[in-house]
């Protein structure tokens, strides 16, 4: 008996937090940083948003969004680290996945997505849901402002249709990545937050997420929260052979959280230039 089948590694599991994107988004940004260290455990963890949020791509444009139809709707707009487009966190399932530098992770950031995602399909498998990882063959790639309605190497599908998108960013060695699965039906709202050319062209992009995308209400599944959190605790371990310990922030990753807090929730990053980010 090898010894893999006889001790499991240890990952960190996290409480989960419910609050602002802001606040979210400084904490997977403090962990980053602790992860570089070299000196932590994997860690997961995942979170719910309140307010609901759309978060945008590290360099999308801030054009996209009509920030006072956001406004309107109560809906905070924040800026992730990592790339991709605009996701709406709102009725979602948010992850968060950090590796220690020296973790051993493949060095292409598609194969990483890869060896990921492994433990997500395990985790979907368990609760009723086959995917795979996606492949876009024959897709005809438009500009879109949304995250879900744009193909990438790290979506999940289900019957040929996008149930959840990723996005990674490295620092260091070590890795963070993030993603969402959409519990219920909300692009009314999300298509209602950006900007467009005219009402043809929203239309046209509203159709199109329709056709691509889907969420775990329509294909059946009516879970909670905490169901859904349970299963991806037991994806991961069964897929990577570890244990998930129960712990908590560092102190010196909520200093870190609290530091990076005011550069998530400010204007200058919101707005973005390649001058104006946090090393």
């Not at 988004?25 to 260290?37: E, P, Q, V, W």
């Amino acid at each position: 008996m090898s010894l893999r089948e006889t001790k499991r590694s240890k990952w960190r599991l996290l409480p989960v937090l419910e609050d602002n994107g802001y606040w979210q988004m400084s904490i997977d940004h403090s962990l980053l940083d602790s992860a570089r260290a070299g000196d932590t455990l994997p860690t997961l963890r995942f979170y719910r948003w309140t307010p609901p949020a759309l978060t945008i791509g590290r360099f999308q444009s801030i054009e996209d969004i009509d920030l006072d139809a956001c406004k309107r709707y109560g809906i905070d707009v924040v800026r992730r680290p990592t790339g991709g487009r605009a996701l709406l966190h709102k009725d979602d399932f948010t992850y968060a996945l950090v590796f220690p530098q020296g973790y051993g992770l493949p060095s292409s950031i598609e194969e990483s997505y890869l060896y990921i995602c492994r433990g997500i399909i395990k985790a979907l498998l368990l609760v009723g849901l086959e995917v795979d990882i996606a492949t876009h063959v024959g897709f005809r790639k438009k500009s879109s402002e949304a995250c879900f309605s744009m193909p990438a190497s790290a979506d999940l599908s289900c019957r040929g249709l996008k149930i959840c998108g990723s996005a990674q960013v490295r620092k260091g060695g070590a890795l963070l990545q993030h993603g969402s699965i959409m519990l219920r039906d909300n692009h009314e709202l999300l298509f209602k937050l950006f900007r467009y050319p005219s009402e043809k062209i929203k239309e046209e992009r509203e159709r199109e997420y329709r056709r691509r995308c889907t969420n775990l209400e329509r294909e059946g599944l009516n879970l909670s929260w905490r169901e859904l959190a349970n299963a991806f605790i037991s994806g991961f371990e069964e897929t990577f052979w570890v244990k998930m310990v129960p712990g908590d922030f560092f102190a010196e990753e909520l200093r870190l959280a609290e530091k990076f807090y005011d550069h998530y929730k400010s204007t200058s990053w919101l707005l973005y230039s390649k001058e104006n980010h946090i090393q």
